[in-house]
């Protein structure tokens, strides 16, 4: 099942204009991180908030965490056509079996229109 | 960065017959690595964990003798798709933990796998 879920499930905006996903989760974490993939490609690595954090930024974007609510919200500024992909949280947590694993939310599909 | 490689990166098969999916970290060295699939327009889901010389560890509905995954080096991890049929047809992906830095893990860019 998803650890994560994500809302919306999708977006459509202008450039240039904010985008703001947001991710919910359930179990404890040790880190919260935010992936970018493009149509049929694989996925990369945008940020990683780790559980004692509350916000992060890198260059236009900007992730919070709230652990009390099992929560966290990724906002992109000043959004470009390049912009345009899928986004997923993903929690980092010790499995069943003892290892790390990244558990994927459900993704929000972003698009920008120029 | 750290660069995943994996390939092919697009395979048809017929029904019935095996498919071999290679994952290489090309420059460092990966003690874990972690087999994902994804349907279309849906989320990854991790399908098993691969540690360098011992066996997998699958997570809960997926069958082992029919997604055999081996491990062999520091860097290269193979996922064979046994007896393939249609169901089977979507996105694999591969990512790869750098060793000694848990919380960072690269991907790699994919393979699309359609069973006829």
Redesign the interface.
């Known amino acids: 099942s998803q650890q994560g879920e994500e809302d919306p499930q999708a977006l459509s905006i202008q450039e240039g204009e904010n985008a703001t996903m947001n991710c919910s989760y359930k179990t404890s974490i040790n880190n919260l991180q935010w992936y970018r993939q493009n149509s049929g490609r694989g996925l990369v690595h945008l940020i990683l908030i780790r559980s004692n954090e509350r916000e992060k930024h890198s260059g236009r974007l900007r992730v919070t965490l709230d652990t009390s609510k099992k929560s966290s919200s990724l906002l992109i500024t000043a959004s470009r056509a390049a912009d345009t992909a899928s986004y997923f949280c993903a929690t980092d947590l010790i499995s069943n079996f003892g290892n790390e694993k990244l558990t994927f939310g459900t993704g929000t599909r972003l698009t920008i229109i120029p | 960065g750290a660069v995943?490689s994996?390939h092919p990166s697009r395979v048809i098969c017929k029904s019935g017959t095996s498919v071999k999916i290679e994952c290489r970290s090309l420059d460092f060295q990966a003690t874990?690595m972690?087999w994902?699939r994804q349907f279309p327009?849906?989320?990854?889901?991790?399908m098993a964990?691969s540690?360098e010389g011992s066996k997998a560890?699958y997570e809960q509905g997926v069958e082992k003798d029919k997604f055999l995954i081996n491990h062999a080096s520091l860097t290269l991890s193979t996922l064979t798709v046994t007896s393939a049929h249609p169901e089977d047809s979507s996105?694999y992906?591969c990512?790869a933990r750098v060793t000694g830095i848990?919380?960072?893990?690269?991907?790699?860019?994919?393979t699309?796998l359609t069973v006829l």
């Not at chain 2, 848990?102 to 994919?110: L, W």
Request: no cysteine; hydrophobic share 30%.
């Open positions: 995943v994996q874990t972690f994902y327009k849906q989320s990854l889901m991790l964990t540690n560890t996105f992906i990512s848990t919380d960072t893990q690269y991907f790699g860019p994919g699309r």
